[in-house]
């Protein structure tokens, strides 16, 4: 639970300040880098994290003043609905956040493997 | 294996970097555009969403702002600087997006925004001189200390809205394309207005006219081009005497075959770009009050071409629409006055074949001598591009906009260069500002003289009771017919030689027939003694509402608004009987019959349901396309048709005419044979196009109109609109095309006004007041226009009150 959690406040207390949009893809880096258990908990913590904060923020946008932008969106992507652009926000948020953080804790063992070679 | 993983991960993940972050072909940065803290998601907008005060950084004092309930501002200000601050401010608020792309396409700075694709649609706008005409002419206002103060004060407001944005609060276009906006200048506001003058003004036929002279003779283009076109009422009457000593223009030149052929029609502005306006005096109205009636028919787009303002300071009080990018009202009115614009369709753009020494064309031949041309070297920038340097040279006769492979038979290279009005220097900002300022007609008509690119009928009403309209603007001293062809640009022959004195162009007040008018028409009778153009709009709007205006008595309002949504098609009622008479009932077949049928009980009413209005419509088109096609099609383009009323007296007149024929046959067709096989064709095509006859043939279905956004983008516009009206008809609606603001306005006591226009006040496709009025516009429905004199508002009103706080 707890690595669903932290990416998903830390990224969302960044975005809230700073907006831009790889955020998801620096923290889950720097996450994975320092998750030393499991390539599992390394990625899919991080992409279901940001998967819920994307997929959460979307909603929430949605339906607090942004019905009509949703559904023009939707209309102008070829989507059906806004439920299913919320639904893509947060995938596309997943997918990132996944790799992002399975590439981090990648280099970390290659780092430390060669570190104790040397 | 470990380090292989870790380098496809990274790999992975840096492609999906790129593919998110960058714009692939027309598809926005998906990482960017999806975030939602920074994406569209961020761009919705509520009802309520009204700030109770803002901070506002470069007021002089506080401004109050009472928004009503259509968001149009109403804006209270304590001096001259900060009614245009908080105007300019409030609209890039609204509309930043919108005011900036139409400079980038004004300037020709579109390749910037969109890459290489747009490069020859920048090439031509420098070319054709927008830039350089704005330079000179922001150069001209800087002269004037007010002009400088207003438009400075306006740039001033939108940047200080541009610096608070946010990448989440920046207006969904900017999302979609992947850019951001930059410092707004006054130049901005210039390149507006010289755009203006391009749409109402930029269209030509002489080069269609010099080879259809050249083609088919003198005689051709007398007869079916002439200067007063059959039934023309024009806007000044004709009987008016003209009681002053006109100006000899010095020569009238030769004819003159162009050898530099080059379709100028190419990317001109629409055809209808027009308009209607009248006004009418105390003595044909209910209330004894004059009104003013106006609509400017324009390519319909969203986000709209009007954005709707209220402007209130110390020595001002003014109402009515502005265009998003320029300070102060264009069309309105306030206390005293109100006026309303119609393109004047007068002719001020000329094309001269330049002669030049050699292909480095810095010098032309004029007088015998070869004379300096100035090059000018425009910067294309390009996104993602390496930047184009493109060089045209500047001749006495303005920008050379066409060159290239063409010399003439001595070997010299040619091309054709554009005399224009709007290149020289002039202070349109001044004329408007003067005219929010006007007390009554004597003010107003001062204020209009400067008002000198486009040329426009200004029809106005005044408190006092005076109405009035005036041809205005500045008109090029011509011999007949000499703008009507390329000519030769060596000499003085056909060069401009002065102006047409102010005071001496076309107007008229207080006729005896209560009111003015105009539609596009020919300004003036055969009488006045200048040639201004000949290529002005048909006769048949201008003569319905003439017809119109004199039955009515006793006029109210909704008089006015039937007449703009009148949709009485003079032309059908021409034509369509004699047409009927012609068709051979024996050779009908399928539904022809039934559509015959409902063609001879059709009332010429083109409102949305009549089937029959569509017909009539494209049976005409084919009609005209069966006389002209053939003959015009020379140098494998059609050329240049004869107008509606040219084409509509022949058929009337002529039951034999060479030009009947179709010269691509072996036969020989004649006037019934044509308008039977029109017919037939016309009934295949829409078969095939929209099925069997019925509903999908309604005029609001097979036509109707879309209004599109800016950008093309589906989804962002609104389409499918049902609605009637068309081409030569008072409602001028067609597919993309029509009323842009349909305003009235009655000057009593206090004035009180109604109007339209097909979208809302927001350029933001995520707000609720982007397109809240099309639906409304569509069937005629007008709002009341709150004219305020203070910000004390009854707080239980739809009105609500934004304090803008000066802080420093």
């Known amino acids: 639970m707890i690595n669903i959690l932290v990416p ?20 889950p880096l720097v996450l994975g880098f320092f998750e030393k258990d499991s390539a599992l908990k390394a990625s899919a913590g991080t992409g ?37 652009l919320a639904l893509a926000t947060g995938l596309v948020g997943f997918l990132v956040a996944l790799v992002a953080g399975y590439a981090g804790f990648s280099l970390r063992k290659v780092l430390i493997k060669e570190y104790q070679i040397s | 294996m470990r380090l292989f993983k870790t380098i496809l991960a990274f790999a992975v993940l840096l492609i999906l970097f790129n593919l998110l972050n960058d714009s692939q072909g027309s598809i926005p940065p998906l990482g960017k555009f999806l975030n939602p803290f920074a994406g569209f998601w961020q761009n919705g907008e509520k009802l309520d969403q009204i700030d109770e005060v803002l901070d506002v950084k470069g007021l002089r004092d506080e401004v109050k702002v009472v928004w009503d309930e259509r968001h149009v501002p109403h804006i209270f200000a304590e001096n001259t600087y900060d009614v245009y601050f908080a105007q300019g401010f409030l609209t890039a608020r609204h509309r930043l997006w919108q005011m900036e792309f139409q400079t980038h396409v004004a300037a020709g700075r579109v390749s910037e925004i969109i890459g290489e694709k747009a490069l020859e649609f920048d090439r031509m706008q420098r070319r054709r001189g927008l830039l350089m005409a704005a330079e000179t002419t922001i150069q001209r206002m800087g002269e004037d200390p007010e002009t400088h103060l207003i438009i400075q004060a306006y740039a001033n407001g939108v940047n200080t809205w ?97 050898q530099f052929v080059q379709d100028l029609r190419k990317g001109e502005p629409d055809e209808d770009n027009g308009s209607n306006n009248w006004a009418v005096s105390g003595d044909k109205t209910a209330s004894g009050y004059p009104m003013l009636a106006n609509d400017p028919h324009l390519g319909l787009k969203l986000p709209s071409i009007w954005y709707e303002v209220q402007l209130k300071a110390p020595d001002m009080n003014v109402y009515g629409v502005s265009m998003p990018g320029a300070p102060a009202v264009i069309v309105g009115f306030n206390k005293d006055v109100a006026w309303g614009v119609t393109n004047a369709g007068s002719d001020v753009m000329d094309w001269f074949e330049i002669e030049f020494k050699d292909d480095s064309y810095t010098e032309y031949l004029y007088m015998d001598e070869w004379i300096k041309s100035d090059l000018r070297v425009e910067e294309i920038f390009i996104r993602g591009g390496d930047t184009v340097l493109d060089s045209f040279a500047i001749t006495r006769f303005g920008p050379l906009v066409y060159f290239g492979e063409n010399t003439l038979e001595n070997g010299h290279p040619t091309g054709l260069a554009m005399r224009w009005s709007a290149h020289d220097p002039s202070n349109e900002m001044m004329a408007v500002r003067n005219m929010n300022l006007a007390t009554d007609r004597e003010t107003f008509y001062a204020a209009i003289e400067a008002f000198e690119s486009p040329g426009q009928n200004f029809a106005m009403i005044a408190r006092d009771g005076d109405i009035a309209i005036r041809h205005n603007g500045k008109y090029p001293l011509r011999g007949r017919d000499q703008g009507k062809f390329v000519r030769a640009g060596r000499d003085t022959l056909g060069e401009w030689q002065d102006w047409i004195p102010y005071e001496q162009l076309p107007a008229i007040s207080n006729p005896w027939s209560g009111y003015v008018s105009s539609a596009n028409q020919n ?141 691509n046959t072996p036969e020989q067709e004649g006037r019934a044979e044509i308008i039977n ?79 339209i226009f097909p979208g809302g006040q927001s350029g933001n496709p995520g707000s609720p007041y982007y397109d809240n009025a099309v639906n409304n516009w569509v069937t005629g429905k007008y709002y009341d226009i709150h004219f305020l004199d203070s910000t004390d508002i009854d707080l239980n009103s739809k009105l609500s009150l934004t304090r803008l706080r000066n802080y420093q």
């Open chain 2, 677 to 755: 096989r029109a017919f037939k064709q016309t009934i295949m095509e829409l078969t095939d196009e929209l099925g069997p006859y019925g509903e999908a043939w309604e005029l609001g279905r097979a036509r109707g109109t879309d209004i599109n956004h800016l950008l093309s983008v589906k989804g962002l516009g609104r389409t499918g609109l049902y609605t009637g009206g068309g081409q030569g008809i008072v409602n001028a609606t067609k597919k993309n095309h029509g009323p842009s603001w349909r305003m009235l306005v009655e000057l009593g006591d206090r004035p009180t006004a109604k109007g």
């Open chain 2, 523 to 663: 300004p003036v009778g055969k009488k006045y003694p200048y040639y201004m153009g000949w290529d002005y709009d048909d006769y048949e709007r201008g003569s319905r509402i003439n017809d119109r205006l004199g039955d009515l008595t006793k006029i109210k309002f909704g008089d006015m608004q039937d007449l703009h949504m009148d949709n009485f098609n003079k032309q059908a009622e021409l034509m369509l009987p004699f047409l009927l008479k012609q068709i051979d009932l024996e050779t009908l077949s399928g539904d022809m019959d039934v559509i015959l049928n409902d063609l001879h009980s059709w009332n010429y009413v083109s409102d949305p349901h009549e089937k029959a209005a569509w017909v009539y419509k494209q049976w005409w088109v084919r009609l005209e396309k069966a006389i002209w096609n053939d003959e015009l099609n020379i140098f494998g383009e059609i050329r240049k048709i004869p107008t509606r009323s040219v084409t509509a007296r022949l058929l009337l007149k002529k039951s034999r005419l060479v030009y009947y024929d179709d010269i």
């Open chain 1, 48 to 84: 279901l994290g940001v998967f819920l904060l994307w997929f959460g923020m979307a909603i929430y946008q949605w339906k607090n003043g942004g019905e009509i932008i949703v559904t023009r969106i939707a209309e102008v992507m070829g989507i059906g609905s806004g439920f299913v």
């Open chain 1, 8 to 27: 998903l406040v830390i990224v969302f207390i960044l975005q809230l300040i700073f907006y831009s949009w790889w955020w998801i893809i620096l923290v």
């Open chain 2, 162 to 258: 541009i610096e608070s944005l946010t990448p989440a609060t920046l207006p969904l276009e900017y999302k979609l394309l992947n850019y951001e906006p930059e410092v707004w200048s006054t130049l901005k506001t210039a390149l507006l207005l010289k755009f203006m003058a391009w749409d109402l003004t930029g269209r030509n036929s002489e080069m269609d006219m010099s080879i259809i002279q050249a083609t088919l003779g003198e005689d051709f283009v007398n007869t079916f081009y002439p200067e007063n076109t059959p039934r023309t009422e024009p806007v000044i009457p004709a009987a008016k005497p003209w009681r002053f000593e006109a100006m000899e223009p010095d020569s009238i030149p030769p004819a003159f075959v162009p």
